[in-house]
């Protein structure tokens, strides 16, 4: 079975330009979480969406909006981009809210 | 004050050694707890959850103290392929994993 896939996988943009990364869960999750991890850090909560609906934000700016599509995939949608949002953004998703969560392998993004 | 807090390592050990770290929370209604590794430059991968009577997988072992909010996680017998960032993480609500910084550990030949 196919674990989380995201894409893209890598990604450069410049300050100012918009981005959308996707993902796309284990078949039968229906919980989908974000996270942006910077190096030397652990993953920071971003989002949470369970049956297409958000059920929690993490300290984020407002640049930062995601959602769930009925198939539970998932778009992450970060505008305005600052030099700081150079990170890996992880997509997770669980059977349910609460439960363990799986990662898919990132998308690595770089703003020059 | 972090939510969740790790002693950054890094932890050298050398092969058949035990090793042994904590990480400690701040929520204490935080509900559920586990252990996630994570390669360099890869994603974290699920390695245990830790139950409040403490647990074992293989040769892992995780400890739950409620009453001093901490997690521990020994390793046994340590194998070159332990080397890795091992990340503690905290469910407060059903929603948000709060994860720390990782331990780094390496084991040498």
């Known amino acids: 079975d196919a674990g989380v896939t995201q894409s893209p996988t890598h990604l450069i943009k410049t300050r100012g330009q918009h981005v959308t990364l996707r993902c796309s869960p284990i078949?039968?999750?229906?919980?989908v979480s974000w996270y942006q991890q910077v190096l030397g850090q652990g993953p920071q909560f971003i989002f949470q969406?369970?049956?297409?609906?958000?059920?929690g934000r993490g300290n984020f700016p407002d640049r930062f909006s995601a959602r769930q599509f009925p198939n539970y995939s998932s778009e992450l949608n970060v505008n305005a981009l600052l030099l700081g949002d150079s990170a890996l953004y992880l997509c997770?998703?669980?059977?349910?809210?609460?439960?363990?969560?799986?990662f898919g392998d990132g998308t690595r993004l770089s703003i020059l | 004050r972090k939510e969740v807090e790790q002693d950054p390592g890094p932890f050298n050990v050398p092969e058949g050694a035990t090793v042994a770290f904590n990480c400690t929370y701040s929520?204490?209604?935080?509900?559920?707890f586990f252990w996630y590794r994570q390669d360099c430059r890869k994603e974290p991968k699920l390695l245990m959850s830790?139950?409040?009577s403490g647990n074992e997988d293989g040769r892992f072992t995780a400890q739950l103290n409620r009453a001093s909010q901490y997690i521990s996680l020994l390793i046994r017998d340590s194998k070159l392929s332990d080397s890795a960032t091992y990340l503690c993480?905290?469910?407060?609500?059903?929603?948000?994993?709060?994860f720390g910084a990782g331990t780094t550990v390496t084991v040498r030949a």
């Open positions: 929520n204490s209604a935080s509900q559920s």
């Open positions: 993480v905290v469910n407060k609500d059903d929603y948000k994993l709060s």
């Open positions: 830790v139950y409040s």
């Open positions: 078949s039968g999750h229906k919980s």
């Open positions: 969406y369970y049956e297409k609906e958000e059920r």
């Open positions: 997770a998703s669980s059977l349910y809210a609460g439960q363990p969560q799986h």
